[in-house]
């Protein structure tokens, strides 16, 4: 059975095309698959737009604010993968986005991916996923989560 870990964040959008939001971490011998992410804000409603997406990458992720992941099941060992947010630099994005959609600032965005079809990272040891905002209208305050296995 796959094991699962969330990797919760709060922070200020990036509106960056080059700086991660959120990131996992996978290793040369586990492969993290996302299967389920929310985003939304906790700033002052205001009438502001986002953009998000999902990419796959091929170097860590530098800076920020690391995050352990947690086990959903109290049972289950700590996670191979690692995770944060805000990340200042690397995180070598692949192209194109395997995930990506518009939001307002008012509005919470979830995704589930139907059973197996979930975002698989690439195998390698500097390879994981990143949540970017590549654009804003706005840099706002937002919180999100990301749920994958391994």
């Known amino acids: 059975m796959p094991k699962n870990y969330a990797i919760p964040a709060n922070l200020t959008t990036p509106n960056s095309a080059t700086l991660a939001a959120m990131y996992i971490h996978a290793t040369a011998a586990v492969r993290a698959r996302l ?3 929310m985003v939304g804000s906790t700033g002052a409603p205001a009438d ?5 997406a999902i990419n ?3 170097s860590l992720v ?3 604010t690391g995050v352990t992941p947690i ?11 690692a995770g944060g947010y805000g990340g200042t630099g690397g995180g070598t994005l692949t192209t194109p986005a395997l995930l990506q959609w518009g939001q307002n600032q008012r509005a919470t965005f979830r995704w589930v991916a139907a059973p197996g079809a979930e975002i698989v990272s690439l195998a390698g040891a500097a390879a994981g996923l990143v ?6 209208n706005a840099t706002f305050t ?3 989560t990301l ?4």
């Open 35 to 37: 299967f389920d992410l």
């Open 142 to 144: 937002m919180e999100g």
């Open 62 to 64: 530098t800076g920020g």
């Open 48 to 52: 502001n737009a986002a953009r998000f």
């Open 71 to 81: 086990a959903l099941d109290a049972g289950d060992v700590a996670s191979v993968c």
């Open 147 to 150: 749920i994958f296995n391994e």
């Open 56 to 58: 796959r990458i091929t």
């Open 131 to 136: 949540l970017m905002n590549p654009t804003a």
